[in-house]
């Protein structure tokens, strides 16, 4: 497999887009200037292409980066393998080069959220090493 970063937004990347969202959640999936604003963002967008670099885009990861007083901080989103591609080690690759560039870019960790449900994503995360955060979530509902 290969992994690359998105710098530009092309008319595959938003038809793997369309088909791989649904494949994590209902939200919209995310127009041509939402994800250009995404890659001049600080945060990184990757892709997973297979079986090589001429493969097609199979799945794809998110690293959310933000500054605020008490730092930089980095949080995993949107690790989505396309269903008919899991199991090859793709979303263990994706999230380690994720872990990667968190490292170049000399932070100290990386946070993540998992829902219970999300049996595999949670059996991946603890696989690759991530330990459970003791602290409450919370969500407000605008
Ligand atoms: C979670 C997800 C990204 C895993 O992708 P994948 O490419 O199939 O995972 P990998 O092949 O890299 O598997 C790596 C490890 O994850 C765990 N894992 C993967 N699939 C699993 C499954 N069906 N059941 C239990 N554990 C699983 C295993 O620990 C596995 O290591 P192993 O092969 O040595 O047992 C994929 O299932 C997915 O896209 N799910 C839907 C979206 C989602 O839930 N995203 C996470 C949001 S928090």
Request: net charge neutral; proline share 7%; charged share 20%.
């Amino acid at each position: 497999m290969h992994i690359e970063p998105v710098t530009s937004i092309t008319p595959e990347l938003l038809a793997a887009f369309a088909r791989l969202l649904p494949q994590l959640t209902n939200a919209p999936i995310p127009t041509h200037d939402e994800l250009q604003a995404l890659i001049a963002s600080p945060s990184r967008l990757i892709v997973a292409r297979f079986p090589d670099e001429n493969g097609p885009i199979v799945g794809s990861a998110c690293l959310g980066v933000f500054r605020t007083p008490s730092g930089v901080h980095a949080h995993i989103e949107d690790v989505i393998v396309d269903e008919t591609m899991r199991g090859k080690g793709i979303g263990e690759a994706l999230v380690k080069t994720l872990l990667d560039t968190a490292r170049l870019m000399g932070l100290k960790g990386v946070s993540l959220t998992c829902n219970p449900r999300r049996v595999a994503a949670n059996q991946l995360y603890q696989k690759m090493g991530f330990k459970e955060w003791k602290t409450n979530t919370y969500w407000y509902d605008l």
